[in-house]
């Protein structure tokens, strides 16, 4: 059905110290061949360089392509692309190549990604937001053109043509990541997907909801709404607790542990992130989190633990309030073994998955009007 919920996992890759890295990425590319098996309709990860506790995945192309020749059913995206990090015109024909080689089950997911990421790519983090904009412009440009000319501000080409071209007309279906408003209207205008969700309370992205189908409305576009949560699941509620304990004090620590590269101590510093686009990485809300304790964490909802019946009911709550499109479950995280993500699939896919399109398709798929 063309407006049933679709279900996908997301995976950052999260790596302990002392990990062998092959191995964890192999176990990954096992929960993929599981996830299509299981019946999930989209397998995403992270494109993340350096930071081995937050994300062990710099080339997710590569890894799709692997996981395509291994599977049926699932679509491929990643969550996002760091566009100020790439050359555009390159990375406008690598996609389309993976569209191409993924036979169209290909998504692409944009954003300007984490702070901590530019300096390191020796992009200054004040460009960050203007690459941002010439990049996306250049991929769209590339895909909708057989030659285009492009005069930006960082990026300049003359009667060029990117080959080779992606499998429809203007490419690919463009999901654009994080909760900042400011490119909501560009989002709205084009009709792109976006995604919200994560490692923080729902209150965080109640307003970007919003704010996103509301601009879709004014547009005229129909709005596509993924969120992301974290779960995870036993049979036995005090099990899944016990099991899931040290992975998800893990989860947040590795989230947060490349803020602590960020020179955000005195205000000037913290003015110098707002000034690039990143007050959220200048307030203190994000990096409080790994003070919380598991209790806390649980009690929050920032991670759904326990029963199937009982993050059942808390994300069929969470899509009573957002009326998302897409739930991508956070299957596999903080140095969990795989045995525990297998199981963590297993149980959402047997147990949750009918129960939230059964409900969501008598509900309706009708978005909350906006305020």
Request: charged share 25%; proline share 6%.
């Amino acid at each position: 059905m063309e407006n049933q919920l679709r279900f996908g996992t997301y995976v950052e890759f999260q790596c302990p110290p002392g990990r062998d890295h092959s191995s964890l990425i192999w176990d990954v590319v096992s929960l993929g061949d599981h996830a299509d098996q299981a019946g999930f309709d989209v397998w995403t990860c992270l494109e993340h360089d350096w930071f081995e506790q937050f994300a062990v995945m710099p080339a997710p192309l590569p890894l799709f392509t692997t996981l395509a020749q291994r599977t049926s059913r699932l679509t491929f995206r990643a969550m996002c692309h760091t566009l100020p990090l790439h050359n555009p015109f390159v990375l406008a024909g690598e996609l389309a190549t993976a569209d191409i080689l993924l036979n169209g089950r290909f998504e692409v997911g944009v954003g300007r990604g984490h702070a901590w990421l530019q300096e390191p790519a020796n992009i200054v983090l004040d460009e960050n937001v203007e690459r941002y904009a010439e990049c996306l412009d250049i991929i769209e440009l590339a895909w909708s053109n057989e030659r285009f000319s492009y005069d930006g501000k960082y990026y300049k080409a003359n009667d060029l043509s990117v080959v080779p071209r992606p499998t429809k007309a203007g490419g690919p279906k463009i999901f654009q990541v994080g909760t900042s408003a400011k490119w909501f209207q560009r989002a709205a205008d084009n009709a792109y997907g976006v995604v919200l969700g994560g490692p923080a309370p729902t209150a965080v992205f109640r307003e970007p909801a919003k704010l996103y189908r509301q601009l879709c409305a004014e547009a005229g576009t129909d709005p596509y709404l993924g969120w992301i949560k974290a779960i995870y699941l036993d049979e036995d509620e005090d099990k899944a607790m016990e099991e899931a304990r040290e992975s998800v004090l893990n989860f947040i620590k590795f989230n947060v542990s490349p803020l602590h590269s960020l020179a955000r101590e005195t205000p000037e510093e913290k003015q110098r992130l707002i000034d690039a686009g990143y007050a959220f990485y200048a307030a203190d809300d994000f990096a409080s989190t790994e003070n919380l304790t598991f209790e806390e964490l649980i009690e929050y909802g920032i991670v759904f633990v326990g029963t199937p019946e009982k993050v059942g009911d808390q994300l069929l709550e969470l899509w009573d309030e957002f009326r998302f499109e897409e739930l991508l479950i956070v299957p596999h995280y903080g140095g969990m073994d795989r045995w525990q993500a297998i199981k963590n699939q297993e149980l959402f896919a047997r147990d949750i998955m009918p129960r939230m399109r059964a409900a969501t398709e008598s509900a309706g798929a009708a978005a909350p009007a906006a305020a």
